[in-house]
Each structure stands twice: as structure tokens, then as C-alpha cells.
């Protein structure tokens, strides 16, 4: 019989039996997936159907016929011994030689012996028995000749595995087959089989994930064939890829501006961006900070195309000079066409464009679905524009460097809208200005950075001339701010002006949490100041689900939240009810006869907040005697929660006690964000933490891609508001915030334009 091997990495499954350890055979079942997962499985899918056999779904029961067959060669008779099995094989499976039919034999013994020892009868044992005889002949019979073999048969399950298929597989293994199990579940069902995974053992890689919903070896069978087409679609492929706006810090113009060897060091890619303005914030200065731009683009030496209103469609002697035929399919016709890009400068460069025109077209096929004819012509308008504008785009060109495009006015029509794709897949920089929000401008891509202003303003030309820039002097623009603090009828506070609060929940759109977020509790519906006490607009909301399934825009929306003044909880719960807290020996001091007793808690040797400002202590206090009398988490007063209310509160930790100590009640508020993608309950502890929180006057939000029972669980009363934005996806890892691009709004000169100095 065989052993079974540890490998090192997935390539020791396609090591010959005499350059493995001990001549060993690898029997491994596999619960999650990455990309070299993806590789591997497809190159093993490929060795096993060519020596072995994969099987999608189960094994199929032996039938009436099949077992009328082998009572007729075989009868009914069964022994546990080594000798029957010998000669049962030998009469059944022939093909097999003396030494591969000893160790399936020698296999099989020891799975039925495994049974008998398990409390299997004569009769269940005699049962299995002609099940794995009938599954060796009709399953496994064209691969049994090469077990054993220098060339390892190999076996791929795809599947949830049942008991006696498992056991077919360890007589099989032990007889000298390689076995990969794909178990899409997970582990649980198989470790209900196997607790100490003695059959088999888990393939653990690096970074792995749960297998993508609808994966399949069909599937994977399917793109794989695909790719292969694409292959010979491509020619060679370039060795530089493009990274488009992942590097960009949603700076605007600012972002534009940016040296080429200053946005990445990986020299295996191009650093480009690629982004629609829609909306001016500042009529009078829009075209002064335009024609900045232009200057300091033009004196950085960078190949630069501005374009107006329009991309001129391509002249009868411009679609003349594309050599084209009739074509019957989409690849002829793309094969074809592409000789038409040619730039004999920089043969990588050539490669890039080439790979960029038959991506935008084979995306353009499957989302519209035009017929061949239709979707010739827009190649061919792609095909001139490439090579009318190449010169002004590419000359010279060489990585690092990138160019710039400059669109005003929006595309207007398709064939526009896929030029400009096309474009921001290559070394350019691709900037669509539509600063008349009356025009419509049909660009749609998910490579797309959007920026949007509320102003619109119409603007025909780029500006050029001095005589076209309107300036404003320092002391206009600081008129201009003081006016709009005017216009907003807000008043005018000091520095820290009050010492009392009060929390108002606000009711809101999903929509609007973006635009409230950063704004100054004093510009928030609602707000106002009464005898010296201030009521703050707050937002205390949950939002479930993810929209329309999309997690790079939802990951972004949350990032565009994280300002200065946010805290962030990503992984549940973040307190634990065992976790240390010096308050909880001393809680029942500090609450008797339904009162909090303030003096005693201050003077108290545990007491954290004493380095904090008076009247923010006493705030702090006074909040956390309204939560006990409101009795918003269920069981106070009633099972002693209310001393876990009191541990919990005054057992904050030193980032939001800062928080809170900068907290000036008339400017923006503190805020929270905790986000919960798995199936953990957040504790009690958690819940009222974010209750008294909220109270205090943070912001509160709390993103639930599961829309599973989260804070609510522990709260009497509804006191939060839910937001249902989507379908609901499950085990998201939360990804690192640094490296999604903000979008958190900025005024027009630190986004847009950002001036210097």
C-alpha cells in the first residue's frame, strides 16, 4: 500500500512517483480559493481526465443491471479475508497486474476491517463490498491498469463527498492514486466523516477565500477555452498593465498634476487616472483654475490633447486608410483590424494599444450584443481616432511617462464614450470636464472616478488667453466665505462656547449620510441653542446590505466617511464581556437607590476621566445617568445590566475619550463606524457603547453587508434608523482602508483644484 505525502506546494501533484518522498501518493481536499488556486485546479482538472477520472456530482449507485451482472459473473459469495479479495479482483478487473491488484486489495481489506471494527455486520460488510466492486468496474475500471504507475492517476471530486464515496477514495489512494477533493461548503460535512483527517488532509494557501458563488470545474472548463481563444485574439501581450486611479488620493486636478515617477514604484505598471468632473463649485474662479492647469501641465513637458464639444467624426479619407474586410464573426474581424495599429516607435507601447482595443470591443460585444456590421464601424471610428491623435498622445513615449486627455463637455454619443475607454486603458491620463450639468454625457465605466459639484456653469472653450481667466483677489474670496456663513443664516460661536448638549436623532435618506457626514453640526437641520444647551443633529443608523451587489463602491462609501474625527470598528465585538475593566469590582458603589452617585465615581481611585475638562466629566455623567433612566438596553433595572451599563461606560478607551475631549458642540461632531460582515452577534457591551455614544452626540453608523441582527438585538426600543440599500452578501473580509481611493468631500480648491502654497 501507498503512503500518504505532505506537499510543499501544489506543483509536488505533478512530480512522477520515483521523484517523491518515500514514493508517496497526495490525498488533499480543498476549502477555499485564489487565483493560484484557480491555475492549479485547472491543471489538474486536465492530468485527470487525460489518467484519471474527475467526477462532478456523485457517484452514481451501481443499478439493477449492474447488479444483476455481477451476480452473474461473480455470485454473491463474500469472505474478509485477503486471499477472496485477491481472487475476486483477478476475475473481476483482469487488466490489473499482480502487484497493482495486492495493493488494492490490501486497501480494500483495510476499509472493511475499518467497518467491521466500527460494529458493520456480515452483511453490511458483504453490501459494501459488491457496492465498491460494481464502482471499480463501471467508475474507476479504465484508470485501475495505471495505478501505481510512475505517471501518478490522479482523481478529482468536485463536491459534498458521502461516507462510502470516501471510502472508495482511501482504497483507491492506498492503491497508488493522487485524490484532490473541491469541497465548495467548506469543511464541516466532510469533518463529520473524517474528524481526524486520516483519509485525507487540507490544502492551505496563502490568502485564500471562500470559493466564488457559481464556481464550478464547468465553469472554470469554460473560461479556461476562453482564455485560450483570447490568446490567440491578443498576439503577444504587453509586459507593463495599467493601474487606473487606485494610486490617486480623490484630489481632483491635484491628482492630474502629479509627476508620472511619483505615483507608483512597480515598474510592471503605468500610472494613470481617469475621472469625470461634473458641476463646478465656483463659477467666478472655474476657468482661472483651468487655465492654471493648462500651464503647469504644458511647463511640465507632458504630451498634452485638449478636445471641445466634440470628437470630429472621422473623415472618407481617414476610414479610407483602415484596411478592413467583410467578416462573419467578432474575432476574424478584430484579428484582423488590429494590423491597422501599428507605432513603430515603441513596440510595447503597439501591444498596449492593441490589448486595450480589443478589450474595450469585447466588452462593447457583450454588453450591447450588436451584430457584427454595427460593431465593425464603431471599431473602425476607434481605429482613426487612435491613429489621428496617437502623435499628439504617444510621442516619445517610454514608462514611466504619461500623457494627458482632456474632454470638455461630455461625451455625447457612443462611439465617443468608447474612444475615451479605450484611452484610459492606456499611458494616459483621461479627464472628462462637464461643467454644464444641462449636458448630458453618456461615459459609463467602472474604471470611472466620479467628482461632483453642485454649481453648473456653461463654458464653450478651454481657457487659453489671459482675457479669458476672471481673477478674484484674496480679500474677494474671503468676502465670498463670510457670505456664505451669512447666507446660511448660522451663527457665529467660540471655541468650546458651550457645556451642555443635547442629542436629536435625525431621520434620514440613506442618500444623505454622505452629505451630513462632515458638515458642522451647526449647518444640520434641526440644530439650534436654547438656554445655553445645544441640540445636536445626530445620525444613529444601520445600513444592511450592499448595493447592487458591488463592493468597490462600498468599500469606497465607507472610506469616503473615515474623516479626522471618525473612529472605526471593523471586526466584532470589539469589547468582551471578559475583557479586563477595573469598573466592574466597583459598579454597585456607584450606583444605589436608582441614583448615580457622581462624587463618589469621581473621587474613586478607578475613576479614568478625571484628566478631562470639568464640564466634559459631568457631561460624560450626566449621559450615562439618561441611558439607565431610559432604560434603552433591555434588562436595566432589572437583572443588574445597568452595572454593566456603568463598567462599560466609564471604561472607554483613550482614543474615544480624546474624541470626546476635543468635542466642541457647535462644530463637527465625533463619529463612529462599526462594521460587522460576519455572523457574530456584537456584544452587549458594544451596544452600549454606541447607545451612549450617540447620546453623547457622535455619529453613529453602523454597515451590515449580512443585514443580520447586529446592535439592535440588545435595545428595547427602535432609536436607530435602518437603511436597506441592497442584496445581502456574506463572509467579506474588510479590506485595508489605506489603499481604496477617498471620496470624501473637500471644498473646490483642496479636491479640485487645490491650490498651492
Not at 319 to 325: C, L, M, W, Y
Not at 411 to 439: G, Y
Not at 441 to 457: G, R
Not at 487 to 509: C, E, P, W
Request: glycine share 6%; charged share 25%.
Amino acid at each position: 500500500m501507498f503512503t500518504r505525502g505532505i506537499i510543499q506546494n501544489t506543483e509536488d501533484y505533478f512530480k512522477e512517483l520515483n521523484q517523491r518522498p518515500d514514493k508517496c501518493i497526495y490525498f488533499y481536499r480543498m476549502n477555499g480559493y485564489n487565483e493560484k488556486c484557480r491555475q492549479f485546479i485547472g491543471e489538474y482538472a486536465k492530468e485527470a481526465r487525460k489518467s484519471g477520472i474527475v467526477i462532478e456530482g456523485k457517484i452514481a449507485n451501481p443499478t439493477e443491471q449492474n447488479l444483476s451482472y455481477y451476480e452473474e459473473i461473480m455470485g454473491m459469495d463474500f469472505q474478509m479475508s485477503m486471499g477472496f479479495l485477491l481472487t475476486s479482483l483477478k476475475k473481476w478487473l483482469p487488466r490489473m497486474n499482480d502487484y497493482q491488484r495486492e495493493n488494492v486489495a490490501a486497501a480494500f481489506y483495510d476499509t472493511l476491517d475499518a467497518m467491521r471494527k466500527e460494529g458493520k455486520n456480515e452483511n453490511m460488510l458483504k453490501n459494501a463490498y459488491i457496492k465498491f466492486m460494481c464502482w471499480f468496474y463501471y467508475k474507476f475500471e479504465r484508470m485501475v491498469n495505471n495505478l501505481g504507475e510512475n505517471n501518478v492517476p490522479k482523481i478529482l471530486y468536485e463536491g459534498t463527498i458521502s461516507n462510502y464515496e470516501l471510502k472508495i477514495l482511501d482504497i483507491l489512494a492506498g492503491a497508488g492514486c493522487d485524490i484532490l477533493l473541491l469541497q465548495y461548503q467548506g469543511d464541516a460535512t466532510y469533518q463529520k466523516l473524517d474528524a481526524d483527517s486520516k483519509i485525507s488532509k487540507e490544502l492551505v494557501l496563502e490568502n485564500m477565500q471562500p470559493f466564488p458563488e457559481g464556481f464550478s470545474l464547468k465553469n472554470l472548463q469554460e473560461d479556461m477555452e476562453k482564455e485560450k481563444d483570447k490568446e490567440r485574439l491578443y498576439g503577444t501581450l504587453p509586459t507593463v498593465h495599467a493601474c487606473t486611479n487606485a494610486w490617486i488620493h480623490g484630489e481632483g486636478l491635484e491628482d492630474f498634476k502629479m509627476a508620472a515617477r511619483l505615483r507608483g514604484e512597480d515598474t510592471g505598471f503605468f500610472y494613470n487616472c481617469f475621472c469625470r468632473m461634473t458641476g463646478v463649485e465656483d463659477k467666478l474662479t472655474y476657468l482661472n483654475e483651468l487655465y492654471q492647469f493648462r500651464l503647469e501641465l504644458k511647463n511640465s513637458g507632458r504630451n498634452m490633447l485638449i478636445l471641445e464639444r466634440e470628437i470630429p467624426v472621422p473623415t472618407m479619407e481617414e476610414i479610407s486608410a483602415i484596411r478592413r474586410n467583410t467578416y462573419n464573426n467578432v474575432e476574424q474581424m478584430l484579428f484582423d483590424l488590429s494590423v491597422n495599429i501599428k507605432y513603430s516607435q515603441n513596440i510595447e507601447l503597439q501591444r498596449l494599444m492593441n490589448q486595450a482595443f480589443i478589450d474595450i470591443m469585447l466588452e462593447e460585444l457583450e454588453i450591447s450584443g450588436m451584430n457584427v456590421n454595427r460593431l465593425t464601424n464603431k471599431a473602425v471610428y476607434l481605429l482613426c481616432w487612435l491613429k489621428r491623435y496617437q502623435k499628439e498622445l504617444f510621442e516619445g513615449w517610454e514608462m514611466p511617462k504619461i500623457g494627458c486627455f482632456i474632454y470638455l463637455g461630455g461625451c455625447r454619443n457612443e462611439n465617443e464614450a468608447l474612444f475615451v475607454r479605450m484611452l484610459a486603458r492606456l499611458p494616459v491620463d483621461v479627464l472628462i470636464l462637464n461643467p454644464n450639468q444641462d449636458t448630458a454625457c453618456c461615459l459609463s465605466d467602472k474604471l470611472l472616478y466620479e467628482i461632483h459639484y453642485t454649481e453648473s456653469l456653461a463654458v464653450e472653450h478651454f481657457p487659453n488667453e489671459d482675457r479669458e481667466v476672471q481673477m478674484g483677489t484674496a480679500a474677494y474670496h474671503a468676502e465670498r466665505e463670510l457670505d456664505t456663513i451669512m447666507y446660511q443664516d448660522s451663527g457665529i460661536y467660540r471655541n468650546q462656547q458651550y457645556g451642555k448638549a443635547n442629542a436629536v436623532m435625525l431621520r434620514t435618506m440613506y442618500e444623505e449620510i454622505p452629505i451630513l457626514w462632515d458638515q458642522e453640526v451647526k449647518y444640520r437641520p434641526n440644530f439650534s441653542v436654547t438656554d445655553s444647551v445645544v441640540n445636536i443633529p445626530v445620525i444613529f443608523a444601520k445600513v444592511s446590505g450592499v448595493k447592487d451587489g458591488q463592493l468597490a463602491p462600498y468599500w469606497s462609501g465607507i472610506k469616503s466617511l473615515m474623516t479626522e474625527e471618525t473612529y472605526v470598528i471593523s471586526k466584532a465585538p470589539f469589547i468582551e464581556s471578559t475583557d479586563a475593566n477595573s469598573i466592574k469590582a466597583h459598579a454597585t458603589e456607584f450606583y444605589k437607590n436608582n441614583r448615580l452617585q457622581r462624587e463618589k465615581i469621581k473621587s474613586h481611585p478607578v475613576y479614568r476621566y478625571g484628566v478631562l475638562r470639568e464640564e466634559m466629566q459631568d457631561y460624560i455623567l450626566d449621559k450615562l445617568g439618561l441611558l439607565i433612566a431610559q432604560k434603552t438596553i433591555r434588562g436595566t433595572g432589572e437583572n443588574g445590566t445597568e452595572y454593566t451599563i456603568i463598567s462599560t461606560v466609564l471604561n472607554m478607551n483613550k482614543d474615544i475619550i480624546r474624541m470626546i475631549q476635543k468635542f466642541d458642540f457647535t462644530k463637527k461632531n465625533p463619529k463612529l463606524i462599526y462594521i460587522n460582515t460576519t455572523e457574530t452577534v456584537i456584544s452587549l457591551e458594544d451596544s452600549i457603547l454606541t447607545a451612549f455614544l450617540s447620546l453623547l452626540g457622535f455619529d453613529v453608523v453602523f454597515f451590515v453587508p449580512t443585514g443580520y441582527q447586529s446592535v439592535e438585538k440588545y435595545f428595547n426600543t427602535k432609536v436607530m434608523e435602518e437603511h436597506q440599500i441592497g442584496e445581502y452578501l456574506y463572509d467579506l473580509q474588510v479590506p485595508n482602508f489605506e489603499l481604496i481611493p477617498s471620496g470624501t468631500r473637500q471644498s473646490w480648491r483642496d479636491r479640485l483644484f487645490k491650490r498651492g502654497g
